[in-house]
């Protein structure tokens, strides 16, 4: 019965990075491009994934999100891409920088997790589980926002201020603004797509197990 438990949890696991990974891939799916940003929906797999499987399946997809940002990035870099990925260097740089990896993937595993452990304390409190749902699509998606762009202040200040054609001393405003506009939306995205699907997957796994 352990072994059974093992590869259906497997199996279920591979399906949802085949989804991340696929959503990443389709063109305007998973990154869409906005001028010098992409705004993201690869989340939210992430997010209902974690719900389902719980906080390690929600680090290992959060990595292949990362994993994803990373070779998006690469391939079709974007004004700012340099804080995604390390074979594309800065404005005035002639390399990358390591510190990019932090950025792509610290922020996603800790989506995957962080919405996976909130999703199991809420749901200790709310049987049916579409408020759990609901709550870790908001938590998970703004931990992806808050901490992408944290990092990239602290990180890249400099280097992101110049390629957005700022002023330093602007850029946490213009960074909190990509935080209240496209992180609310994304947020908002997540809450109702973690109802409308993790809520029904989550009654079904229950009757199977």
Do not use: W
Request: glycine residues 8%.
């Amino acid at each position: 019965m352990e072994n059974t438990a093992k590869t259906k949890y497997l199996v279920q696991l591979s399906l949802m990075v085949a989804v991340v990974v696929v959503v990443a891939f389709v063109p305007f799916l998973g990154f869409v491009p906005l001028g010098v940003i992409k705004a993201t929906t690869v989340h939210i797999p992430v997010i209902i994934g974690a719900i389902l499987l719980g906080p390690k399946a929600g680090a290992v997809l959060g990595a292949v999100f990362g994993l994803t940002s990373i070779i998006k990035n690469t391939m079709e870099p974007a004004v700012v891409s340099f804080v995604f990925t390390p074979l594309i260097p800065a404005p005035g740089e002639t390399a990358g920088s390591l510190k990019a990896l932090i950025i792509a993937l610290v922020p996603r595993i800790l989506t995957g997790v962080l919405a996976a452990l909130i999703f199991r304390v809420v749901a200790r409190f709310d049987h049916k589980k579409i408020v759990a749902c609901a709550v870790a699509g908001l938590v998970g998606s703004m931990t992806n926002t808050i901490l992408v762009m944290g990092s990239i202040y602290f990180l890249f200040g400099q280097q992101y201020a110049a390629a957005k054609q700022v002023a330093f001393e602007a850029l946490a405003g213009v960074l909190m603004g990509v935080v209240f506009t496209n992180g609310l939306a994304e947020a908002a995205v997540a809450v109702v797509l973690c109802i409308v699907i993790a809520k029904p997957l989550l009654s079904m796994f229950d009757r199977q197990r």
